[in-house]
């Protein structure tokens, strides 16, 4: 029997309530306090290329460089889909930000222009993007999420005014705003232009569920969803259930959590995610997999359910719920999804039932990705093997690898392949065709990087292969112009004296040929450093002077010693695998 929401007489929020503000469509929801407001924008980091990666992220900063530093809290936010502006404040200042913003999209400082770009990139060697979307995706659409921002240095001021002109007008945004009414004065002048329907979906997978192996110390899973209460419960319950096997009742991980996340065309992405030491990832893995299969087999628990559902009620009808919903609902807007009221959401959160979580079960089992530690693998649990390599070579000129690992590459008409010999005797390859090149990274030396729409990647270094110039001229040539970014000098050029080799499917390969990490492990490799080296410190003091003090005694001294040696080795384990990765990318 379908449960009723509560008759309890608890407060109810304020409605979200569709207006309009110079022909922008604005959500209003009456609440006290500051005023607080928001700008988004249909555009984002999806309807970019990879060889022009970084634009949306690029306008957003100029547009805010001009508030310079203010008393009130202001910022924006660049998403797959969806480019935000908020600001909290007085009316007056809400006025003025609201202003400022659309003034400046319309006149871009592009005086500031490099220095951006500068800022940009700092930015950026502190994130470190997840591998999922672009395994999901691949290197377009919205797999883009994964990559680095190359097309950053190379845009001209023209380039993103275009970008600006495009996307950022008055028929691509919602205004949301929260307050005790709409401030007096606002005036927000944006151009004129049309919606922009949500990127297209793209699938870099052949099948699923499937699953790729990667060095991180932990298991996580995404899968796409139909959007619905039913499914935001079930996040919900899975994170509760892997809460209790993984943490209290194996001991295995110490985080365990879940996400839900909606795209805005009638799906979500559901994510879980657990963490594990390297002595305990294969009880991770499986007990991980142990709980999908127990909610697939319909073991849902209606006290899971029930206490899930309280916190989400909870959540709807605080008194500032409907202020915590207008940026999703100006998204749901932007997507062509009217705003719903709060007797529908919560009409749909208490008709679910165990059944229906079972059902989302069922169905995020058929859209499963799930990333492994390294060395593991996954199709033993009916998760297929995500693709590393392409179905065919191209045929063309033919260089054999001067170290002599057994890879060589091809340079065709229509493509280019890096192929090696497997231990069954056949030839494995990774392909790249012109017509689907994503980018080309191009480096002063001659070395080139085809990514293609696949995610899958073809390094082409002279010093590897002896390819000749002509053909390296060739290959410049075929590829499309809009593809090419060009990078700044590496440190290291690859040649055959210092070449690494790494398995691919059991087979001696480059580490480039069947990969498709994107780097982004320089800020995680900082701060391990750093704890690793204090920790480091520590233990070596007590080891050598902890004995000589004449209140620890020799098992305390021991102990302690041995705590800090174990920690030092904790953090020194990741940060080393995170250094061999940077140094074979």
Known sequence: MNQQAPQDGRYAPAAIHLTEVEGIPTLFAHAPGPTRAGLVFRVGMADETLARAGVTHLVEHLALYRHGIADYHYNGATKAAFTHFHVEGAEHEIVAYLHGVCGSLADLPMERLETEKEILRTEESRREPGQLPLWRYGAQGYGLVSYPEWGVPGLGPEDVRHWARTWFTGGNAVLWIAGERIPAGLSPKLPPGPRHPLPVVTSALPATPAHFSDGQGGVLLDAVVTDTAASRLYAGVLERELIRSLRQEGGYSYTAATDHTSRRDGHALLTAFADALPAKQDAVLGGFVDVLAALQAGHVGQADLDAVRARSDAALTAADGAVRRLPGAAEDLLAGR??????????????????????????AAGTALLQVPAGHRADWAGYAEAPTRSTYAVTGRRFEALAKDGSALVVGDDGVSLTVRGRDGSDLAV?????????????????????????????????????????????????????????PPRQRVPSAQVAEAAEAHGASAPAQAASRRTGGQTAGLVVLSVFGGLFAFLALAVTVFGGGDPETSTGEWIGLAGFLWAVTGLLAWPAIRILRRTRRA
């Open 338 to 363: 009217p705003p719903r009221s709060l007797d529908e959401l919560r009409h749909e959160l208490w008709s679910v039932t165990p059944g229906h979580l079972h059902a989302v079960a069922l169905e």
């Open 431 to 487: 392909t790249v065709p012109y017509r689907a090149c994503a980018a080309v990274l191009s480096w002063p030396d001659g070395g080139r990087r085809l990514i293609g729409t696949d995610g899958l990647a073809v390094a082409v270094e002279p010093g590897l292969h002896g390819v000749d110039a002509h053909t390296m001229a060739a290959l410049d040539a075929a590829v499309p112009p809009h593809t090419r970014v060009q990078l």
